[in-house]
């Protein structure tokens, strides 16, 4: 038998020691048998350009021959390149999730995508998206020359079409949030006239969110604060002023009243009370925009109020009521007593007992006898804060005076004025006019009208004449017209005034 029969019939184990083969001639290796033989061989191996088919398992009835060793390292990195692609997939889509933008790892693919792709859409999914026949193609740009083309064909940069193409490629610079759509894919053409409306809307709407977003993180709203407002309070608590903060319990045009257990320290180790409010201002400036005529015009804040912004006029709103409520507590006036300012947060005694707030002089049901008694404290408190502390509460109601333990308290003073400005006297005769209407509905005889309450109060003794309550304002505007003729002119107020505040611990008014 000779050398080609030797070495077919020599059996193979592919998992064991590999057997040499013996030694032949040339002549024996240029034969024509041989190579016909070896080709055999070759043509008995299955091919791998099917991916689908599971090469680790043969179907029955194939005579595949697993017992080369080239043949099984084929298998198997085939089938480790298809475990490793399915891998990179997974990550691939984990990694993307819903974004509009996705990133493709096609280049780490260990098997070209036409090879391993069972259906179309796997290579619509794998295909290079930079060659994508369906991409709509970006408008011409026209060349510094300002044209294109010759003769008939020449294109300038006026062309409608070209500067409709150019002005939808153009909203692809629009905010993230403004929905445009595929113009280039539809080949859409927008005209001057509406691109330059989009972008103005745009524009606006841009500056509209702004603002609402700047509304909403730095202002107070009807029983919340704003970041900055709840970092001021959690400082007060943890420096001792306050030992809690329990809620809201009023709120009005100009600020939320919130009531808080006084500390143990407060500031220059004034004793803080057990109980008192914290009135923080809203720093929205809706309501403050037409409050501003009662602090402009006040010379005590009249220099420092044209030198501030908006925001900071707030905080000299708050330094004014402390200021009022330190003058009137120096005359003996039942009102809060102001503890600490801290920016635009004022911190004031509590009007009340076991977190339970006084009435409002509105609410309260009172016997003839005690509002009787109210009227006089009421008439006198005018009084007092009128020729002692030299104001004018300015918006004294019903809504601002509170019933606790038999008397007549004041709040809310923050817009008090002192006589000499501009409309102070105006502001005086509201004042009487509200409190004389009120206990004249309540049945309080001794109540006096408007003209004969307000000449008590400010002993101006101004004629009454027949009555007529427009004369007699006509009378009190002359009168404020005079008196600020005479301030221009002597550079000094008509009314003598003497006071000596002490007020709390922040900075000191000149005027005071």
């Known amino acids: 038998m000779d050398q080609i029969g030797v070495t077919t019939d020599t059996p193979k184990n592919p998992w064991g020691r590999t057997l040499a083969a013996p030694a032949c001639s040339l002549a ?51 089938q480790f390149d298809r475990e490793f692609d399915n891998q990179l997939r997974r990550e691939e889509k984990k990694f993307n999730g819903d974004s509009k933008v996705s990133i493709s790892f096609e280049n780490y693919r260990m098997v070209h995508p036409y090879e391993d792709s069972d259906s ?29 083309g010759k003769g008939k064909n020449i294109t300038t940069k006026h062309d409608e079409v070209t500067c409709g193409r150019k002005n939808t490629a153009r909203m692809d610079n629009f905010a993230p949030e403004v929905h445009v759509g595929d113009g280039l894919g539809m080949d859409l053409k927008l005209s001057n006239q509406v691109f330059n409306s989009l972008k103005q809307h745009c524009y606006s709407e841009q500056r509209r969110s702004a603002r609402l977003h700047e509304k909403k993180e730095h202002s107070t709203a009807e029983q919340a604060v704003d970041p900055r407002t709840r970092l001021l309070m959690y400082k007060m608590v943890n420096a001792g002023v306050l030992e809690n903060i329990n809620g809201c319990i009023s709120t009005g045009k100009e600020s939320v009243v919130f009531h808080a257990d006084g500390g143990s320290v407060g500031e220059e180790e004034k004793p803080v009370p057990d109980e008192v409010v914290l009135k923080v201002f809203k ?87 005690d509002l009787k008694n109210a009227y006089y404290q009421v008439l006198h408190v005018m009084q007092q804060l009128y020729q002692e502390c030299n104001l004018v509460h300015a918006d004294l109601s019903e809504y601002n005076m509170l ?97 000596e505040d002490g007020d709390p611990p922040l900075r000191p008014d000149a005027d005071d």
């Open 120 to 148: 179309s859409e796997d290579e619509v999914d794998w295909q290079d998206t930079r060659d994508d026949p369906y991409r709509a193609d970006k408008p011409q740009t026209i060349p510094r020359k300002g044209f294109t």
């Open 28 to 78: 024996d290796v240029m034969s024509e048998q041989l190579a016909k033989q070896l080709d055999d061989e070759n043509n008995a191996f299955p091919t791998l350009t099917d991916p689908g088919a599971d090469l680790l398992l043969p179907d029955e009835g194939t005579g595949t021959d697993t017992t080369s060793d080239l043949m099984l390292a084929q298998m198997l990195q085939m």
């Open 403 to 499: 019933w606790h333990e038999g008397k007549v308290w004041l709040i809310d003073v923050s817009q008090s004025i002192e006589p000499t400005h501009p409309h102070g006297l105006e502001f005086l005769f509201r004042d009487c006019r509200n409190v004389s209407t009120f206990f004249q509905k309540r049945g309080v005889s001794e109540a006096m009208n408007v003209s004969d309450l307000f000449n008590a109060v400010s002993g101006l003794n101004i004629p009454v004449g027949t009555g007529d309550e427009a004369e007699f304002m006509a009378e009190i505007v002359a009168l404020e017209k005079r008196n600020e003729d005479h301030v221009q002119r002597r550079g000094k107020k008509t009314f003598s005034v003497a006071s």
């Open 283 to 369: 720093t929205t400036l809706n309501e403050f925009k037409n409050r501003d005529r009662y602090i402009k015009d006040d010379y005590r804040f009249k220099d420092r109020y044209s030198k501030l912004n908006p925001r900071k006029i707030i905080r000299l709103w708050a330094e004014k009521e402390m200021h009022n409520l330190t003058r009137m507590k120096n005359a003996d006036i039942p009102c809060p007593e102001a503890v600490l300012l801290k920016k635009h947060i004022l911190v004031m005694s509590f009007i009340g007992k076991d977190h339970v707030p006084a009435p409002k002089l509105k609410d309260v049901m009172l016997s003839s006898e």
